[in-house]
C-alpha cells in the first residue's frame, strides 16, 4: 500500500484547507484509511477515518463539525477537508491506513501503512 499525501500550508485562523492523500495498492477487499496529526512533545492523534467496508466515517471530538474526510474512488483519493481552522489545529498531519473493517482499530491502534506527513499551520 502506497500513501502519499499533500495540501499542508499556512493559514490564519478561521480559514480552511483540504488536505489530500492518494492511496493505492489495497490487496483486501475493505480497508480503513484516515488521517492522523502530531505535534512535536505531544502524542500522536487520530483525526478522522473513512471506513470502505461499510462507507462510514467518525471524527474525534475536537474536530467534529469543522473536518470531513471523503473518499473519491474514481482518483483512490482521500480527502481531508478542515474549516475553521485554530492554532492548535497547527500539526505534521498523515495520511495511514489498515486493511481492517473497523475505523475504530484503525485510529486506536498502530496501522500498517503511513503516508509522509504534511505541514498545517493555523497564525495570523
Known amino acids: 500500500v502506497q500513501l502519499q499525501a499533500s495540501g499542508g500550508g499556512l493559514v490564519q485562523p478561521g480559514g480552511s484547507l483540504r488536505l489530500s492523500c492518494a492511496a493505492s495498492g489495497f490487496t483486501k477487499e475493505y480497508y480503513a484509511i484516515g488521517w492522523f496529526r502530531q505535534v512535536p512533545g505531544k502524542e500522536r492523534e487520530g483525526v478522522a477515518c473513512?471506513?470502505?467496508?461499510?462507507?462510514?466515517?467518525i471524527s474525534v471530538d475536537s474536530v467534529k463539525g469543522r473536518f470531513t474526510i471523503s473518499r473519491d474512488n474514481a482518483k483512490n483519493m482521500v480527502y481531508l477537508q478542515m474549516s475553521s481552522l485554530k492554532p492548535e489545529d497547527t500539526a505534521l498531519y498523515y495520511c495511514?491506513?489498515?486493511?481492517?473493517?473497523?475505523?475504530?482499530?484503525?485510529?486506536?491502534?498502530?496501522?500498517?501503512?503511513w503516508g509522509n506527513g504534511t505541514l498545517v499551520t493555523v497564525s495570523s
Open positions: 495511514a491506513a489498515d486493511e481492517v473493517r473497523s475505523c475504530i482499530t484503525l485510529l486506536t491502534t498502530n496501522p500498517d501503512y
Open positions: 473513512f471506513s470502505s467496508f461499510d462507507g462510514s466515517t
